[in-house]
């Protein structure tokens, strides 16, 4: 990267460093599949081991129309497979980003950070190519779980069309750009794996079960929809419910992708600015 090419065009170092984090991941299949198969595990096992639908459906005592009108009235839809492998979704982008964090510290525990910040390249770069890194990661892992989850049943809504994937790709994308952005911040003056590691383990089930990806918010205890209702995986999830499963309510639809695009506008930049000021040899 020659600090001339650097000087003229600001986005030429911001790419190249995307494209390390790519490589690093893409050269390794044996981890894209590791993160393939802890999703579709929990959707195979979790999601049709605990099959909601049989606890109303094969009760002699409820006629089967009435268990069906339960079940829209809780899920809003009457398979929990489908509603559950949904949010499934958003455990994918959660768990892939929380790795963005890890890779900052070993680029500085490495040697690469000092290299990097010896060049002309924004540090403002350093932070939105992980960012995006993480964003493309989980993407690409979120299109096959849910590939995978239509293929172990998942039933779409009445207002489904192909059109909606691009909107399910668009809360992914706005999710990931947030979550990533913040376990970055965690970790941009970290100098510790061991810091990074405890951070995720305390976070990453809290910010799963304080959603609503697995079961609904009215189902929760009300100082439990209080966090919920603030934690951007629940609008996320939401989203895709909307596009994939329910009858679209656009004005909810709207509101999803409003708090999603603030969520991820603010937390980037903070990133940036942060990235400025912490970012050091």
Not at 91 to 107: A, E, N, P, R
């Amino acid at each position: 990267m020659s600090r001339n090419n650097g000087s003229k065009n600001p986005f030429h170092g911001f790419w190249a460093l995307t494209n390390r984090e790519l490589k690093k991941w893409y050269k390794e299949p044996f981890i894209l599949f590791i993160s393939i198969v802890q999703p579709v595990i929990w959707m195979g096992l979790f999601g049709k081991a605990m099959n909601i639908n049989a606890m109303f459906t094969n009760n002699p005592n409820i006629p089967p129309e009435f268990a069906n009108q339960i079940m829209r009235q809780t899920f809003g839809t009457s398979d929990y497979f489908s509603y559950m492998a949904v949010g499934i979704l958003s455990f994918v982008s959660l768990f892939t980003t929380m790795f963005s964090g890890m890779s900052i510290v070993w680029d500085r525990r490495l040697g690469f950070l000092n290299k990097v910040l010896s060049t002309p390249v924004a540090r403002s770069s350093i932070v939105l190519s992980k960012v995006m890194s993480a964003t493309i990661r989980s993407l690409i892992q979120a299109s096959i779980v849910l590939g995978i989850a239509f293929l172990f049943g998942l039933q779409t809504g009445p207002s489904f069309t192909p059109l909606n994937i691009l909107g399910v790709f668009a809360a992914t994308f706005l999710i990931c750009i947030g979550l990533s952005s913040i376990f970055l911040l965690i970790g941009i003056r970290s100098t510790r794996w061991e810091t990074q590691m405890a951070v995720m383990n305390l976070l990453n089930l809290p910010l799963m079960f304080t959603s609503n990806s697995l079961f609904p918010i009215s189902t929760m205890p009300d100082w439990l929809q209080i966090i919920a209702k603030v934690n951007p995986l629940t609008y996320t999830s939401d989203a895709v419910r909307q596009l994939l499963l329910y009858e679209t309510d656009v004005a909810q639809l709207l509101f999803d992708f409003t708090y999603l695009g603030i969520f991820a506008a603010v937390f980037a930049s903070i990133g940036i600015v942060l990235s400025w000021k912490y970012l050091s040899k």
